[in-house]
């Protein structure tokens, strides 16, 4: 049900290219419809309905004076791109990468200190100390800064007065971990001081988004095609993700749906054409350094100049490729060809044949129809495999834009006997989705998110690391003989993280228990402690932490509870002796109120709940 009372629901939809913002006012007595939707357009450098998604923290000449965030960047300025792919967790051996980039980023801090200039001249590269969320929360605070500015001008008082909510999108299949990065991001990028009245913050996944307002505009301009009982496909092909919904048609009027099947996505969208073309160009100049080595990259995407502009050159044979035309660029000055690559570089121009592109498109079409196809086959399975229930697919997202992927996808829409559609509106029907969302416009508003109060965590000893416990006070491990720093607090959850309406928080520590024959045979038991606190930086080690103001609790766990099965014993490497050693892991779950349970081989050992 739609909230009541005076209120502006603002849709932001941070894409991996390009991002958008939209919204809605209503006094409470009116009755919005999809005409009152307002899409924000005067960005830096730009009139345009989204804004690229690019950040740079080198500075700008004196004489451009460039806000080094969206279309306002400098042509000499390292610029960050595609941040919202590194908001989820990597696998290992991205893990190493980032490692390699984060030592060149120390070998460049050790440059630093030597140049005793290098801050005078705001010289020094920021990015290599922010992790993707840092880097996410900058860029959003100038794109929000903005829309404050633009609304301040309207000669109102109207962020001082009425309550602001906003909408969030994300793609279809997104990690915990990416969707706290996001929130947390979006928090701090709508500082209380400009927003005093924000009062909720939503998720809603962008086909939901895409199919709402392509749905919606289609019921308003009477080109509605859907009959009750009959399934139809929102394929949402952005710049990072494609992401696919289906519904059932229950009614015209009212308007109601069912959603079929569950939501699916993948990494399709046509940011990876883009990295397809950067690997295709590597070999063929020598002087390409898409990554710079003497920078570090901090983890991150980072283009120089030289990148940056045949990335951009390159967008626009990508935006006109039809899956029959060519594409030229001309290389920026002074670019060194590779030695043999002559055929494909005359006169400074790189000329892309049909097979190229064709190559550069091939993953991301293929994974995009292979997508449909599976979400087709979903729904004919779910309604008794009658085709004729599945109508239409509807395309919309920036990518559907391009002419060959809508020609492919309507060569297996055809096969299929299935209308293909394209939204009128493809490149800000996400955003403007959002917005009917929050407005309860054709769909439920969206559940609101909640923030953790407090950090929850362990007390444990941890094996000493210069890097981590500078100055602290080591002691030998009596088991292992390692030396150890005691009642050091591990925070799991933290505080500001988001409580997702859907699921608890669930994060997981893994512990080594260590204890002799004799205590186990004595039925002795392990004392773990507990921890929150609700201070804004959490401290790390029990003893800077107030017994007063904080939550601390001591559980007991027997040893004798312990499966014999999980208990190894180790030889004393003092030699003559052995002790005991057994994996355990601390799990939280937070919600409604907090759980602890101390886990081994499946068996819970104790468990302790506490207020959130």
Not at 116 to 122: E, R, Y
Not at 133 to 158: A, C, N, P
Not at 487 to 499: A, K, S, Y
Not at 538 to 548: G, Y
């Amino acid at each position: 049900m739609a909230m009541v009372g005076p209120r502006i629901v603002l849709g932001l939809d941070y894409g991996t290219t390009y991002t958008g913002l939209a919204w809605m006012q209503t006094t409470g007595q009116d009755n919005p419809t999809i005409k009152d939707l307002r899409v924000f357009r005067i960005w830096p450098g730009r009139d345009a309905p989204k804004v690229p998604s690019a950040l740079s923290y080198s500075t700008t000449s004196s004489v451009r004076r460039c806000k080094q965030w969206g279309y306002s960047i400098d042509d000499n300025s390292l610029v960050m791109r595609w941040t919202k792919l590194e908001l989820e967790p990597r696998k290992t051996d991205e893990e190493l990468d980032v490692l390699r980039e984060l030592v060149k980023g120390l070998d460049l801090v050790n440059e630093l200190r030597a140049n005793k200039d290098a801050a005078i001249m705001n010289e020094i590269p920021r990015h290599i100390s922010k992790d993707s969320g840092d880097v996410v929360k900058d860029y959003l605070s100038r794109v929000t800064k903005e829309w404050y500015l633009f609304i301040l001008g309207q000669g109102r008082h109207t962020l001082d007065q009425v309550p602001l909510d906003i909408v969030i999108t994300h793609p279809a299949s997104w990690s915990y971990e990416a969707m706290n990065k996001t929130f947390r991001a979006v928090v701090g990028a709508f500082p209380q001081g400009m927003f005093p009245t924000l009062r909720d913050i939503s998720f809603t996944s962008e086909p939901e988004a895409c199919a709402l307002y392509t749905i919606q505009d289609l019921i308003t301009n009477d080109r509605n095609p859907l009959i009750p009982g009959e399934c139809f496909v929102v394929c949402d092909a952005g710049g990072g993700t494609v992401d696919l919904v289906s519904y059932r048609v229950e009614s015209i009027e009212p308007f109601k749906l069912t959603k079929v099947g569950v939501i699916t996505g993948g990494k399709y969208g046509a940011t990876f054409i883009d990295q397809e073309f950067l690997e295709w160009l590597q070999p063929r100049l020598t002087n390409l350094d898409i990554l710079p080595g003497d920078f570090g990259t901090g983890g991150h995407f980072v283009l120089n100049p030289r990148g940056k502009v045949l990335l951009d050159r390159f967008e626009r044979v990508k935006h006109a490729f039809n899956g029959t035309n060519t594409g030229d660029i001309t290389l920026p000055r002074k670019t060194i060809i590779a030695e043999g690559q002559q055929d494909d570089i005359r006169s400074g121009v790189i000329h892309l044949k049909e097979t190229d592109l064709k190559k550069l498109f091939d993953k991301s079409i293929r994974g995009t129809v292979n997508l449909i196809s599976k979400q087709v086959v979903q729904v004919q399975e779910r309604t008794g495999g009658q085709v004729t229930y599945l109508k239409n697919i509807f395309l919309s997202g920036g990518f559907s834009e391009n002419e060959y992927l809508f020609n492919e996808v309507k060569a297996f829409a055809d096969r299929a006997v299935i209308d293909l559609q394209r939204a009128e509106d493809c490149w800000s029907g996400v955003v403007k989705g959002a917005v009917l969302r929050g407005m309860g416009i054709g769909m439920d508003v969206p559940a609101r998110l909640r923030s953790c109060p407090r950090h929850y965590g362990i007390c444990l000893s941890q094996i000493y690391a210069d890097w981590r416990h500078d100055g602290a006070e080591a002691v030998a491990d009596w088991f292992h003989g390692r030396q150890v720093v005691p009642r050091q607090l591990i925070w799991l959850v933290q505080r500001g993280d988001v409580i997702l309406p859907d699921g608890p928080i669930v994060s997981t520590y893994s512990i080594d228990w260590k204890f002799t024959p004799k205590h186990l045979e004595s039925g002795q038991s392990v004392q773990m402690t507990v921890a929150a606190t609700a201070l804004e930086i959490a401290p790390t080690n029990m003893s800077s932490l107030p017994r007063d103001q904080n939550e601390v609790v001591h559980l007991d766990i027997r040893l004798d509870t312990i499966p014999r099965s999980a208990i190894q014993r180790q030889n004393s490497p003092r030699g003559g002796g052995y002790y005991y050693k057994v994996a355990v892991d601390a799990e939280f779950r937070v919600s409604r109120s907090v759980t602890v349970n101390f886990i081994c081989g499946g068996k819970i050992l104790g468990t302790h709940t506490m207020d959130l």
